[in-house]
């Protein structure tokens, strides 16, 4: 249990199509514990992207070493990487991508259909479960065009945390909603990581960077920036405030 | 993900596009459902050729007159005059084998009586035509060898002759008619035998003593044919050659080639006829074979837009952990749930069509479960060949670049 939940090592990533060389990563380091609220930050390009897929084993590093829970990672199959994807990461995206006319159930149970197989019943208590913690535990059955993106979001978060992962994974979660809304879902983030979660998120703005407790910023696939911050800011109290200047106006 | 749940999932994605689930499903339906009638068809066809050939009688073997070459000029078969009386009671005598042989003219002629008059052929066989042809005699009875000695004027009526010359379903035994104005007695009506497998009616004809026919109607000698009967269809072949070595003898010469005359088994018939509708079964079975690759390639396009369509969601998927033969399967399935569906329905519909030609045009049409197994193991084939390259295309996919797809 001593092992860092990630672990990277002279990580490396080049693209090279049609004879255009891009090094989106160059010679990272980075190690990540368990219990971390780590917020990456970056302008496009900065290679936080790559950086997000190689941490959520959708793509693996060209060279370096890449370690999970102290287990080696750069050169699984994709098929392993699928089973790593499954058992240890949540995905929390921009643009919510739930499946179409789908139950917010389904949507969550989506993930423990692929993993281990598990009792029907099973699946459903898990999935109630997590929709639940999100704060949507009346709307099972709902479809995501019956649903506001605050809410898209959380179904999201449910079924990224539905397989209790080791890493949540957020590529700008709030990037597609109002303040107000994204308040929310840091709130529920941040509520995640007070349960012992470790969230790793991507954004480009410096309030919802506030939140985490570890801010690292990129800039031209280098790792420029590694700083924690003693006092994060608390996604309760500022929605608190938010809601007593509307009421003032 | 277990079998059961992407086979619901299959079936809840289709059901999402009805409409196009059920267009795509239709060149299948239509495929299947035409291999099965167009297979029908063509195996009842057979039967009644098979049933037809029969109706010829029991281990039949008709010896035809070869062709003569007349100064160039090559006759048809059967128009030459070199069969007689007398090589059939030479077949029957000295080939044991051979349990009946009789010799056969045939005139067609306007046959009267009293006011009604009928345009029939009358054949002029011996009394034991009936037994080589297998046929009974419904009312009366048969000719005797001493009719056949005194040329005598009777005759046995077929069904359709008599039910023209003494209306439907008439007993006319004891009558007379007139042949070329010669008053014959009727001593027997034959049992209907049907139509042969040219569609022409066996029963419009009349039988009369060879001997009555070829003196007092012919005024010849030669015999048009000589039907001979073998004594078990093993024997058939047998009885073949030593026609061919008897006939041969008695002329002078052996061996085919220079014979003037041919020796056709009921066999051989048979053979030709079936050569012939299986030719026919196997082109409509083609036909129906072509509608169902197009049947095919539907599904195979469909398959493919909803690849495209579906990129985000195989994204989606791929990142919660859908490994590749996921993937695979679930649109593999897909296909084949579409193309089984759309299998049985063409089932169905073919046993329709099959049924509906039996009723509307008469014809026998026999489904058999050979091609049902076949239709169903075809739509399932289709739906696994057609499927395979959109489903391995969807698997095959980027989840990054999947995931990113507008």
Known sequence: MDNPLIELKGIGKVYDSEGNRVEALRHLDLTIRRGEFVCIMGTSGSGKSTLMNILGCLDTPSSGRFMVDGKEAQTLTPDELAGLRNRFMGFVFQSFNLLPRTTALENVELPMLYGPRLPAATIRERATRALQTVGLGERLKHFPNQLSGGQQQRVAIARAIATEPLLILADEPTGNLDTRTSLEIMGVFQALHARGMTVIYVTHEPDIAAFGTRVLTFRDGRLVKDEAIAQSADAATQLAMLAESERAA | ?406
Request: hydrophobic residues 50%; contains cysteine.
């Open chain 2, 1 to 406: 993900m277990s079998l059961l749940a992407v086979l619901r999932l299959a079936l809840r994605s289709l059901a999402r596009n009805k409409l196009r689930s059920f267009l795509t499903m239709l060149g299948v339906v239509i495929g299947v459902g035409a291999v099965i009638a167009m297979l029908a068809v063509g195996q009842g066809s057979r039967d009644l050729v098979n049933a037809q050939i029969a109706s010829l009688g029991t281990n039949v073997l008709i010896v035809f007159p070869g062709s003569q070459s007349q100064g160039g000029v090559r006759t048809e078969a059967g128009a030459s005059t070199q069969l007689t009386e007398d090589d059939a009671k030479i077949i029957g005598q000295r080939i044991p084998d051979a349990t009946a042989a009789s010799p056969m003219v045939r005139i067609g002629s306007q046959v009267k009586h009293l006011s009604l008059n009928w345009r029939t052929s009358i054949m002029g066989v011996y009394p034991n035509y009936l037994a080589i042809r297998d046929w009974d005699v419904e009312a009366g009875s048969d000719f005797s060898e001493s009719d056949l000695r005194s040329a005598a004027k009777v005759c046995l009526l077929g069904r359709t002759v008599a039910d023209q010359l003494f209306g439907e379903g008439a007993n006319p035994v004891g009558e007379d008619i007139r042949i070329r104005n010669l008053p014959f007695r009727i001593i027997g009506i034959l049992a209907s035998k049907g139509q042969n497998a040219l569609g022409s009616d066996q029963d419009d004809a009349i039988l009369a003593p060879y001997s009555t026919v070829q003196k007092r109607l012919i005024g010849g000698t030669s015999a048009q044919m000589i039907l001979v009967s073998a004594a078990s269809t093993e024997r058939i072949e047998s009885v073949k050659e030593q026609i061919i070595q008897v006939l041969g003898n008695l002329r002078g010469k052996t061996g085919d080639a220079s014979a003037d005359f041919t020796v056709r088994t009921q066999t051989d018939i048979g053979n030709a006829a079936n050569a012939t509708s299986q030719a026919l079964g196997i082109l409509l079975a083609s036909i129906a074979g072509v509608s169902l690759l197009v049947g095919g390639i539907g599904i195979m396009n469909i398959m493919l837009v909803s690849v495209t369509e579906r990129t985000r969601e195989i994204g989606i998927r791929m990142a919660v952990g859908a490994r590749g033969r996921d993937v695979l399967l679930q649109f593999l399935v897909e296909a084949i749930v579409l193309s089984l569906a759309g299998g049985m329905a063409g089932i169905l519909l073919g046993v329709a069509i099959s049924y509906l030609v039996t009723q509307l045009q008469g014809w026998p049409v026999k489904v058999s479960l050979f091609s049902l197994s076949l239709g169903f193991g075809f739509s399932a084939a289709v739906g696994v060949f057609f499927g395979w390259f959109p489903a391995r295309k969807a698997a095959r996919l980027n989840p990054i670049e999947a995931l990113r797809f507008e």
